[in-house]
């Protein structure tokens, strides 16, 4: 069940945008974490132990590639799924960003319906089926 959700992008209002489709999307009784580049992500990813990330790639500091290499260097947080919405990212960065372990890139602008279906993917590979941990 998905109950800690960090969502790091360098614009307020993108991140208020994701947070309100995560709802719609119906994880309304989440708790959520706002980062405004990747290095503040990780801390939060850390300090609440999230079950999912929502990122941007193109961010101050620490960008969404780097963010991801260092996600999937880390032992602790190397399980947790990760979306990346962005309207960047060539299909080699795309590549990258799968073998480094992202569970789904959406493009923006990106829709609830888009992430009704990207949760269901992360519902799925955590075992869960009908907020049912199997």
Not at 9 to 34: K, W, Y
Not at 75 to 90: I, K, W
């Amino acid at each position: 069940m998905i109950k800690n959700i960090v969502i790091a992008d360098d614009s307020a209002l993108a991140r208020m945008f994701i947070r309100r489709c995560l709802e719609i999307a119906g994880l309304g009784d989440a708790s959520f974490f706002e980062a405004s580049d990747g290095s503040e992500a990780i801390l939060r990813m850390k300090e609440v132990r999230a079950d999912l990330l929502v990122t941007d790639l193109t961010m101050p500091n620490m960008n969404g590639i780097e963010l991801m290499r260092k996600i999937s260097a880390s032992p602790r947080l190397s399980g947790t799924p990760v979306l990346v919405v962005t309207s960047a990212g060539n299909l080699e960065q795309r590549k990258e960003l799968m073998e480094l372990g992202v569970t789904r890139i959406l493009s923006k602008p990106v829709s609830p319906q888009l992430l009704i279906e990207a949760i269901q993917e992360v519902n799925e590979k955590l075992g869960v089926i009908g907020g049912v941990v199997h």
